[in-house]
Structure formats: structure tokens, C-alpha cells
T-cell receptor, first 116, second 112 residues
Framework: AQSVTQPDIHITVSEGASLELRCNYS??????LFWYVQSPGQGLQLLLK??????LVQGIKGFEAEFKRSQSSFNLRKPSVHWSDAAEYFC??????????????FGTGTLLAVQP | DAGVIQSPRHEVTEMGQEVTLRCKPI?????LFWYRQTMMRGLELLIY????????DSGMPEDRFSAKMPNASFSTLKIQPSEPRDSAVYFC??????????FGPGTRLTVL
């Protein structure tokens, strides 16, 4: 069955340090991949998405992610973390079955804490 | 654009009462989704609509839950009767066919 795995439940980084959040997917075809961020008490905001083409995608707030088919991964990166990046991050994949798309499957999320 | 609008933002009710959550999708979006978020189960898709028609309701936990979309600009998620285990944050999201879903701020439901 299609699934998304975020192996890190909680990560703490120092402000200014680099960040990488891991995401692995299990999916037979080429997936549509997303990263969302959720600040406390807020809804989910789309950071970036991958549908096709260049495997390195740029998103908002200085984030980027790289699709690696050989590793079934879509890791999120940021070169220098800001305190305002503290939030929960969700990786997601769209299921495509019978031509009908749009059913998002979310990972369990990674909670990011930023130390001053 | 105002984004996806949900109401109420917070709801506290007693067990056995009927609860109705409301959602206004972004104008022009033809897909609407209802999700539930809990600590134990994370984000779960409950149901989604395309052009006001329910496409997949396999995530609806049981018959106490029902969802409707009478027109392109309004949807409801109803729980009747509510139970304490229904306490969660319920999100509505909408999208065009590009698959990018836009989420509302959520409704935090507490059932006592």
C-alpha cells in the first residue's frame, strides 16, 4: 500500500544551523510530493511541491527539497534555520488511482524545535 | 482571495449532542476535502468531493459522521451523536485539479 514515512518525530536545531527533514514514500508510479508546514494552532501551509521535471524544487521561506527516485525520498532542506521555522512539518503524497488524483496521504510529521 | 474559511474555530459540546462544522472553499476550486487531526492518528482524510459529489468517503469513521456539499461554495461535516473520542481538529481543504490543496484554519472540537 502507498505510504509516507517521516522517520524523525522530533528534531532540535540551533538557530542559523542547516536543516534536513527526511521523507520516504512507497508508491509504484511517479508520485506527486508535497511538504506542508503547520504552526501551532494553525492550518497547514504548502511549502513546496514536486510533480515532474527538475528534481530540486524551491519553495517558500527559503526551503528546498530534492526528489530522489532511487532512494524513494523527498527530503526537505534549509541552509540556515530561523526561530520562526519552529513548527511541525508534514510530507505528503498524492494517490493516483484510476485516473482520479487528489487523495493526499500524509506522513506522521516532524516537530522542529529551534534553539537560540 | 480569502482562502478556505471554516466555522466555528472552536466548538465545545457535550456527549450526545449534534455538531455541525462548516467550510467555504476557495472560489473556483472543484475539490473539497475534510480531514481530522489527532495526536494518536495524525492527519486522516475523512471524505472528499469533486464538483459537489462525494468521491471517497472511506475515511469516515462511522455512521455518526456525515458530510454534504449542497453547492460549490459550502460544505458541512456533521457528527450526530458526538462522543468524546471525536475530539480533534477538523480541517477543510480545497483544490483545483492541480492537486495542490489549500487548508483552512481548522475547527477545534472538544466533546465533554
Amino acid at each position: 500500500a502507498q505510504s509516507v514515512t517521516q522517520p524523525d518525530i522530533h528534531i532540535t536545531v540551533s538557530e542559523g544551523a542547516s536543516l534536513e527533514l527526511r521523507c520516504n514514500y512507497s508508491y509504484g508510479a511517479t508520485p506527486y510530493l508535497f511538504w506542508y508546514v503547520q504552526s501551532p494552532g494553525q492550518g497547514l501551509q504548502l511549502l513546496l511541491k514536486y510533480f515532474s521535471g527538475d528534481t530540486l524544487v524551491q519553495g517558500i521561506k527559503g526551503f528546498e527539497a530534492e526528489f530522489k527516485r532511487s532512494q524513494s525520498s523527498f527530503n526537505l532542506r534549509k541552509p540556515s534555520v530561523h526561530w520562526s521555522d519552529a513548527a511541525e512539518y508534514f510530507c505528503a503524497v498524492v494517490l493516483n488511482y484510476g485516473g482520479a488524483t487528489n487523495k493526499l496521504i500524509f506522513g506522521t510529521g516532524t516537530l522542529l524545535a529551534v534553539q537560540p | 482571495d480569502a482562502g478556505v474559511i471554516q466555522s466555528p474555530r472552536h466548538e465545545v459540546t457535550e456527549m450526545g449532542q449534534e455538531v455541525t462544522l462548516r467550510c467555504k472553499p476557495i472560489s473556483g476550486h472543484d475539490y473539497l476535502f475534510w480531514y481530522r487531526q489527532t495526536m494518536m492518528r495524525g492527519l486522516e482524510l475523512l471524505i472528499y468531493f469533486n464538483n459537489n459529489v462525494p468521491i471517497d468517503d472511506s475515511g469516515m469513521p462511522e455512521d455518526r459522521f456525515s458530510a454534504k456539499m449542497p453547492n460549490a461554495s459550502f460544505s458541512t461535516l456533521k457528527i450526530q451523536p458526538s462522543e468524546p473520542r471525536d475530539s480533534a481538529v477538523y480541517f477543510c481543504a480545497s483544490s483545483r485539479t492541480s492537486n495542490e490543496q489549500f487548508f483552512g484554519p481548522g475547527t477545534r472540537l472538544t466533546v465533554l
